[in-house]
Antibody, heavy 124, light 110 residues
Framework: QVQLQESGPGLVKPSQTLSLTCTVS??????????WSWIRQPAGKGLEWIGR??????????YYNPSLKSRVTISVDTSKNQFSLRLSSVTAADTAVYYC?????????????WGQGTLVTVSS | SSELTQDPAVSVALGQTVRITCQGD??????TSWYQQKPGQAPVLVIY???NRPSGIPDRFSGSGSGNTGSLTITGAQAEDEAVYHC?????????????FGGGTKLTVL
């Protein structure tokens, strides 16, 4: 059973960079055809897909939500079986619960395993 | 347009049948996936593809689609089905391999 766990600071100052890591257990992040995504949810609102990374070898492929693309970077560390999110120039609008999830992009196009989520608050 | 639209709230009497719908242009090209989210928890995939349930999802959950509308039906709703249901699909906009989510429908079981 694949398990995902988000980690990172729960408080980020405006204009700074939000950084989160997702640790995957129960399977290799670099094997198979799966992608790995970040999704966020502001309090009381719907889900928003942030971006994904996959096809780790040889070079890895990333896709980002066009509305966030200029501020987002998703990367992978295969030695730690982790992938990470960096979101720059944050504002209060970026306050949300951030989830990582396994992304079956190109097949069922679903998120079949999710982390528990981590709340990130943007405030001075 | 690149969006999915859901009714904000729906209610159903215990044991009755309820249909939750999702509308969007992308649903003409891609199947609707459905996620159940209970308070304080991560979403859980309940329906995907033409009408597929992941292991462990009760068979009272079913999915269908027609034109620009996807539907999730719960036949014989139970108290534990009270949750927010999110629809999702791939974005069919040109050159955009992204994902769309609806705003979520809060299901109340009376």
């Amino acid at each position: 059973q694949v398990q995902l766990q988000e980690s990172g600071p729960g408080l980020v100052k405006p204009s700074q960079t939000l950084s989160l890591t997702c640790t995957v257990s129960g399977g290799s992040i670099s094997s198979g055809s799966y992608f790995w995504s970040w999704i966020r949810q502001p309090a009381g609102k719907g889900l928003e897909w942030i971006g994904r990374i996959g096809r780790i070898y040889p070079t890895g492929s990333t896709y980002y939500n066009p509305s966030l693309k200029s501020r987002v970077t998703i990367s992978v560390d295969t030695s730690k079986n982790q992938f990470s999110l960096r979101l720059s120039s944050v504002t209060a609008a970026d306050t949300a619960v951030y989830y990582c999830a396994r992304d079956d992009y190109g097949s069922t196009n679903t998120f079949d395993f999710w982390g528990q989520g981590t709340l990130v608050t943007v405030s001075s | 347009s690149s969006e999915l639209t859901q009714d904000p709230a729906v209610s159903v009497a215990l044991g009755q049948t309820v249909r939750i719908t999702c509308q969007g242009d992308s649903l003409r090209s891609y199947y609707t996936s459905w996620y159940q989210q209970k308070p304080g928890q991560a979403p859980v995939l309940v329906i995907y593809g033409k009408n597929n349930r992941p292991s462990g999802i009760p068979d009272r959950f079913s999915g269908s689609g027609s034109g620009n509308t996807g539907s999730l039906t719960i036949t014989g709703a139970q108290a534990e089905d009270e949750a927010v249901y999110h629809c999702s699909s791939r974005d069919s906009s040109a050159n955009n391999p992204g994902v769309l989510f609806g705003g979520g429908t809060k299901l109340t079981v009376l």
